[in-house]
């Protein structure tokens, strides 16, 4: 629970508010509940989105909607993934067959893999960066949370190390908390 699905029903809205086209692929086929999640944030944001079925291969979802994006005029794809462990092999080798399905329908296009981190979730969020950083294509991060007594130090470990940029931090539970990621704010937020 860092705000994965909640960051992306953010981004919706905030690209949608700068004039692109977006779609949302809803392919948290894992957890109860989470499919009716998205589609609400994809409602609230008025933004089209490609569903799952509970239980449907997550790669499948991200076929559709990569085939969709690709024959359609949307200006931004967003893809919701369910949580999971870097130690579970069976679902890191799922996000592999999810990047290896958008690498081929969408292979001319820009790709971004964001990892989510949590503010409050001290060293340990380190590690599991660090992880899937090792594991994945990662790319950027979203810091969330920021709103909570926690500050995000815990981000300057992981930027030192891994050198993976901040893109976006989460600053509430609503639409409209996200702000792109301004370090000399943040640097001074902090000392
Ligand atoms: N205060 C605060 N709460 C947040 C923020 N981002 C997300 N949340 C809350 O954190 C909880 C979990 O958010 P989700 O977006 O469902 O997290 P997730 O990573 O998609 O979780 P799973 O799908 O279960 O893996 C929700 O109650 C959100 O409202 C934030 O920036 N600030
Ligand atoms: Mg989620």
């Known amino acids: 629970m860092f705000g994965k699905t909640t960051?992306?029903?953010?981004?919706?809205?905030?690209y949608k508010s700068q004039g692109k086209r977006v779609l949302l692929a809803g392919a948290d086929t894992f957890r109860a509940g989470a499919i009716e999640q998205i589609d609400i944030w994809a409602k609230r944001a008025d933004v089209n989105i490609c569903l799952g079925k509970d239980g449907q291969d997550p790669a499948s979802v991200i076929y559709?909607?990569?085939k969709l994006f690709a024959n359609s005029d949307f200006d931004i794809l967003i893809c919701?993934?369910?949580?999971?462990?870097?130690?579970k092999k069976n679902l890191m080798d799922e996000l592999d067959k999810i990047k290896r399905t958008i690498d081929k329908n969408l292979h001319n296009i820009l790709t971004n893999v964001y990892i989510v981190v949590d503010s409050t979730t001290g060293?340990?969020?380190?590690?599991?960066?660090k992880n899937f950083y090792e594991r994945t294509s990662v790319n950027?991060?979203?810091?969330?949370?920021?709103?909570?007594t926690a500050k995000g130090g815990i981000i300057l470990n992981i930027v030192?190390?891994?050198?993976?940029?901040?893109k976006y931090i989460g600053v509430g539970e609503?639409?409209?908390?996200i702000e792109v990621f301004d370090s000399k704010k943040f640097v001074d937020s902090i000392i």
């Open 7 to 14: 960051s992306i029903g953010k981004l919706a809205n905030l």
């Open 123 to 129: 060293q340990n969020a380190t590690v599991q960066v």
């Open 80 to 87: 919701d993934t369910a949580g999971r462990l870097h130690n």
């Open 160 to 166: 030192d190390e891994l050198s993976i940029p901040v």
């Open 64 to 66: 559709d909607a990569t």
């Open 140 to 148: 950027g991060i979203i810091l969330t949370k920021l709103d909570s």
């Open 174 to 177: 609503h639409i409209d908390d």
